[in-house]
């Protein structure tokens, strides 16, 4: 009974909260949001189109399907709305035998997007009232998944996007998920650490298991809410980032839907997680107040230490209405268990996000990593941001590929060229939006000559908005729903 009493409680505190929010959200702005603009303009139809025109050559054997994910509001943007929280769009390009052979955009059918869209939802089971998914697409194991942080289950995908269906990893997620998971590709499991909005003392490390079952759910106790947007792993650890953007009862109360501020009064942290351990086993590590939205990888040195590259912020969210401030930078963090500290240096200081990797060195030592730039003066239509950086974390060397005035590139992915390949022997691939045009390529270049113009371009005649995370899904050898499929 007393559950039940608090589960009523609780529920009735919650729809007074949002009443609340709802009355205050009336006396925001009106002025249209900077994030549904311009660049970042949505879409406004499903796209279906096939043998889209190729400049150069396709690379012999990259086969397979490139899928990108971001917000993408179905309805007009309403006061209060927010980048992070509109409505999830994917897209899909299918090259196979040396041809883009088709290219889809569907919206993922959540009950909001599907309300606005006048068509049913998308089937599977719901969490809670929030249903959007928007962040990103994962395999785990020969499935894919749109995934999100902090609300909704993830959604599962056919290769050919015309199927979508909410799916907690076949009944066995308890809660939510992430938008960054991350795959081990020595033992094929998949780790997150995973956080509710609306739980505030404590966060939860997951593993699936190749087979899209969850295997492992342990909560670790924390203070404030505090939002965990990436994480990492090594041999020994699940690396859990508890920085000073926290959940921001004010925030919401004034009607802003991405309710994480900055807050002063929260201790900035890194956790060091046995894999197999329980929350009270984590190893604390004090670090200076800064925010990481993004993890390039993090791997165990020979002396015990764990070397942890990102991209961290001064601050974020410090604003009423939150926001960016200051842009990011890309650093090495060594966090040392015995002293229980961590060391910051910098190894670039200019503006850029998105760190990738070879993800098949995930959680082990990388030599290499990629970024792409963002501007000086934060401007939010990303002008001037033409440009990714190659690192060389051995040399300190870096290498700019620029892709020139009116262009805009996103997140770039590294495709090996063979299983056998090097670390940087193989493909980069990732969206460029033309801004001048109002279009959009898909560019392949060469990871080893990075300054070089791209080997293929493949032409999209329409803008699709920057969006958020893509990878890279090969194509299987034997594959009823492939990315071969036709249109």
Known sequence: ?????????????????????????????????????????????????????????????????????????????????????????????????????????????????????????????????????????????????????????????????????????????????????????????THAIAYDGRVWDSVRHVVVAPTGRVVRDRPVAVEHGPCIHDCAITARFAIVLDLPVTFSLGALLAGHRFPFRWNPAHGARVGLLPRRGDGADILWCEVEPCFVFHVANAYDDADGRVILDVVAYDTVFTAAGGGFDEPGRLERW???????????????????????????????????????????????????????????????????HEFGPDRVPGEFVFVPAHPGAGEDEGWLVGLVIDTATDTTDFAILDARSFEAPPVATIRLGHRIPPGFHGNWFPARATDPDGAGAGP
């Open 334 to 400: 060594t966090v040392d268990p015995a002293a229980r500290r961590v060391a910051r240096r910098v190894l670039d200081p200019t503006p850029q996000e998105f760190p990738r990797i070879d993800e098949r060195r995930f959680g082990r030592r990388h030599r290499y990593a990629y970024t792409v730039s963002v501007p000086a003066d934060g401007n939010t239509q990303l002008a001037g941001a033409t440009r990714i950086y190659k690192h060389d974390l051995e040399t300190g060397e870096r290498r700019v």
């Open 1 to 189: 009974m007393p559950n039940r009493v608090q589960s009523a409680l609780r529920a009735a505190a919650e729809a007074g909260i949002g009443l609340w929010a709802a009355c205050n959200r009336l006396r925001l702005s009106g002025t249209p949001n900077p994030f549904v603009v311009g660049v970042h303009a949505p879409m406004r139809e499903e796209l279906t189109l096939a043998d889209l025109p190729v400049t150069g050559a396709i690379p012999p054997g990259f086969e397979g399907l490139y899928l990108k994910m971001g917000a993408n509001p179905a309805g007009p943007a309403t006061r209060g709305h927010d980048w992070f929280l509109g409505d999830g769009m994917v897209h899909g390009l299918a090259i196979e035998g040396g041809r883009a052979a088709w290219y889809r955009n569907r919206w993922i059918g959540s009950r909001p997007a599907a309300a606005a869209l006048g068509r049913p939802a998308a089937p599977g089971p719901r969490r809670g009232g929030n249903d959007t998914v928007n962040t990103n697409v994962v395999a785990i194991g020969s499935r894919i998944f749109a995934v999100v942080e902090a609300g909704s289950y993830p959604v599962e995908l056919s290769r050919t996007l015309e199927e979508q269906r909410y799916n907690p990893f076949d009944g066995t997620l308890a809660g939510s998920f992430t938008g960054h998971p991350h795959h081990d590709p020595l033992t094929g499991e």
